[in-house]
């Protein structure tokens, strides 16, 4: 606790908490991080549960930590903690067609899921276009048999699609663990 002598003298002294103070000692950084991404191009409406990979590419950090674990596109947590959901569809627009992809979480292990963010663009011309959106969900992992999310593509029709690639990242997953629940 600080503390300041009681005097009305201008100068101060305060006393600063010991380090060796438990609360202190500890430091909740990021402990856990991940990125996933699609390798092949997706142009079918619905989950995403295929051509899935973590993050290998030259200099890339992944997993930070224990990482991601993912079953047919239904990624679980390796701890419990509050963490930040990114995704990152890149998308290439036929026409006037809008593509999205939402990230959808459930809390009972898969009984059903809900959507709580989404990424997409649209075209509202001819020809075709590339186009790029992100999501961002923060989300409390309280219990990781139960909470967990799955990203599922929207609204896709005609000649488009959302890109993927085994040598580059144009749609990923990223999850950061930020702070314990």
């Known amino acids: 606790s600080l503390q300041a002598p009681s005097s009305s003298s201008n100068n101060r002294v305060f006393t600063l908490p010991d380090v060796a103070d438990a609360a202190m000692a500890t430091v909740n950084g990021i ?8 390798t092949a191009n997706n142009s079918s409406n619905g989950d995403i549960t295929s051509n899935l990979a973590r993050n290998s590419f030259a200099g890339s950090a992944c997993p930070l930590g224990t990482g991601m674990s993912q ?4 990624f ?5 903690g509050k963490y930040l959901v990114i995704c990152e569809a890149n998308l290439v627009l036929s026409d006037s ?9 459930t ?3 898969g009984t059903s899921f809900t959507a709580v963010t989404i990424a997409g663009d649209g075209n509202n011309g001819s020809g075709d276009r590339e186009g790029q ?9 309280t219990d990781i048999s139960q909470v967990k999310v799955k990203f599922t593509i929207i609204s896709i029709s ?3 699609f959302v890109k993927g690639d085994s040598t580059q ?3 990923s997953f990223t999850f950061i663990r930020i702070a314990d629940t």
């Open 76 to 80: 679980s947590f390796p701890s419990t």
């Open 169 to 171: 990242l144009p749609t």
């Open 97 to 105: 067609d809008n593509v999205y992809i939402q990230t959808q979480v």
């Open 158 to 160: 005609g000649d488009s």
């Open 107 to 109: 809390l009972n292990n």
């Open 31 to 38: 402990r856990e991080v991940d990125q996933w991404y699609i």
């Open 71 to 74: 079953s047919s596109g239904v």
């Open 133 to 141: 959106g992100t999501s961002f969900y923060f989300l409390d992992v």
